[in-house]
């Protein structure tokens, strides 16, 4: 790559070299850049930083480690930003529906710039549900030397002896509707549910991405886990800067790390680890954006009759991310897997995971992370189920349902929105042993795929979380408890069963078994699709029905399809 047309000149960026690159080398040097500045790889820094997203209010400063890394190590970072919504602050309202495409725009808005621009590699700092997917999507689609650096889990709130993430406010306004807390009790939750910068302190989507990019090899080993305010956190941003610079003059790019057997490696791990449900739409993204093809729900499924629940994480046991990062983090989920995983495949750091697996990282706290020969449950966290009401399947997880929900028949209550069902949950008129469906909140009929983080919520804040459940095309967040179905696929928009569900109507859901069933004939349900008429949800103008035009079905990874 180095420029021999004049004696000046030895670029490693291709753009900056010769005659041609004369007016850009000008341009980076109005910035103060020197000649020798722009004779060293460039490295993209992507910043995601902002002060209204906890999970990214401490990026700003790991940029800084990053960059000096870049620098010591022999290279030049430049940074840019994009956008990074936070779910929490999104939730409830119209601006829920732009969460899950973000994801899209972040993977654009990063490969644009890296085109524009040529650069040799490129950082990644993120930390919250849609943004570390997005940044992940866009190393695979651009296949240049990346690797992905998060700002690390929030430290939980305490509460009365317990510890609590942040949904312990959603909770709590089922405790007042109830009369178990005063007006006073609940503004003193709120102010002391989220204590501090990181991501918020459960085995959410957030966390499950920043783990699953350590599990692909993206991030350095044991990384994924270190507390937002830990020094340690610091130490790894500017290694990483540095191990940037190493896989640019190495050339090894971000194919070469995410392939189909690494993306089977954080698989299993989502699995043994029972990550958000959302987790399994991000990779078949990932999947599909390192032009793999479409990752079919039936790979998940397979998989889940053989992995083990091995760690256990809040919202499944009390034990919140500090709590796994202090008992090994993702290495020492791995350490257990390590006689399914592929082995040979590279990490970020010039290491395999063979050699990455090390017997100094296994567990020190079986009560978080259990080991493959006496696992917190035989099968895995995370499960796809299939039947009449989800030809193309759906997504269900088992380490967040209660034990007597793993088999549950009731009586379907049908809602078209997520408001309707949040009304009549808090309002009393839910009952128990309902199965209450949500639809039109797919990705086309939402459109945008909400998450229906707040019903489920409600039922727990009510009472109901362990008589009654919930099903949608829509998504869940990963803090959610409960019997809860999502993905259903094909979508109430496109003519899907869910959309020809009525009230009372008889609904079975057999985990052990993998089906969800809707107990009506195929000749009445033919009867209800002559006369079926699509709701269509209004939204403004703008990205969002760009994105219902675009977006491929939910047991696809909802993706944006060319």
């Known amino acids: 790559m180095n420029c021999t047309s004049c004696a000046s000149c030895n670029y490693f960026c291709q753009v900056l070299q010769g005659d041609n690159g004369a007016l850009k080398r000008a341009l980076y040097k109005s910035m103060g850049h020197t000649d020798d500045d722009l004779k060293r790889p460039i490295i993209a820094v992507v910043n995601s930083y902002t002060n209204a997203t906890p999970g990214h209010f401490n990026l700003d400063k790991l940029t800084q480690k990053v960059l000096k890394g870049i620098y010591d190590a022999g290279g030049l970072g430049m940074v840019f930003g994009t956008i990074a919504p936070c779910d929490g602050i999104a939730e409830g309202h119209l601006g829920m529906r732009y969460v899950l495409a973000s994801r899209e725009l972040i993977c654009a808005s990063i490969e644009s710039m890296v085109r524009a621009h040529k650069f040799d590699g490129m950082v990644m700092l993120g930390s919250c549900d849609k943004i570390v997917p997005g940044m992940l999507m866009a190393a695979a689609r651009l296949n240049i030397p990346s690797l992905f650096v998060n700002g690390g889990p929030m430290y939980p709130a305490s509460y009365k002896g317990k510890h609590w993430d942040g949904n312990i406010v959603t909770e709590a306004i089922g405790w007042k509707t109830r009369g178990e807390i005063t007006e006073e009790e609940f503004k003193h939750i709120e102010d002391i549910a989220e204590p501090g910068p990181g991501s918020c302190t459960m085995y959410g989507t957030a966390n499950t991405m920043c783990s699953i990019a350590e599990s692909l090899g993206m991030s350095l080993p044991g990384s994924a886990t270190i507390p937002a305010i830990a020094e340690e956190r610091e130490k790894c941003a500017y290694e990483s800067g540095k191990y940037a610079v190493s896989l640019v003059k190495n050339n090894v790019k971000a194919r070469d790390i995410i392939n189909k057997d690494s993306i089977y490696n954080a698989m299993c791990y989502l699995l043994a680890t029972g990550g958000s449900t959302n987790g399994i739409l ?281």
């Open 282 to 562: 991000h990779l078949q993204a990932i999947h599909y954006e390192a032009g793999l093809g479409v990752l079919q729900l039936s790979e998940f499924d397979a998989l889940s009759h053989k992995i083990p629940l091995i760690a256990s994480i809040y919202p499944a046991s009390e034990y919140d991310m500090i709590d796994y990062h202090e008992a090994g983090g993702v290495r020492a989920v791995e350490y257990e897997l390590k006689n399914v995983l592929k082995l040979d495949c590279m990490t970020c750091v010039g290491k395999t995971k063979r050699e990455v697996l090390t017997d100094d990282i296994k567990t020190t706290n079986r009560n978080v992370i259990a080991s493959w020969e006496n696992p917190h449950r035989k099968d895995a966290g995370v499960a796809v189920l299939n039947g009449n009401i989800s030809p193309l399947g759906c997504v269900v997880k088992p380490a967040a349902v209660p034990e007597n929900m793993l088999v549950f028949k009731g009586k379907a209550v049908v809602f078209n929105s997520e408001d309707e069902a949040n009304n009549a949950i808090i309002s009393g008129k839910v009952k128990s042993g309902s199965v209450l469906v949500l639809r039109y909140e797919g990705p086309k009929g939402g459109p945008g795929m909400p998450e229906m983080y707040k019903p489920m919520k409600y039922l727990e804040g009510m009472g109901l979380a362990d008589t009654c459940a919930l099903i949608t095309d829509g998504r869940f967040s990963g803090s959610n408890r409960g019997l809860f179905v999502g993905h259903i696929s094909p979508e109430a928009y496109e003519g899907g069963v869910v959309g020809l569900i009525k009230d009372g109507d008889e609904i079975a859901i057999d985990i052990p078994r993998r089906s969800i069933h809707l107990f009506v004939s195929d000749e009445e349900l033919a009867a209800r699709k002559e006369t079926f008429v699509p709701l269509k949800k209004e939204v403004p103008h703008g990205f969002l029905n760009i994105y219902r035009k675009l977006a491929a079905s939910a047991a696809k990874g909802a993706f944006l399809e060319e």
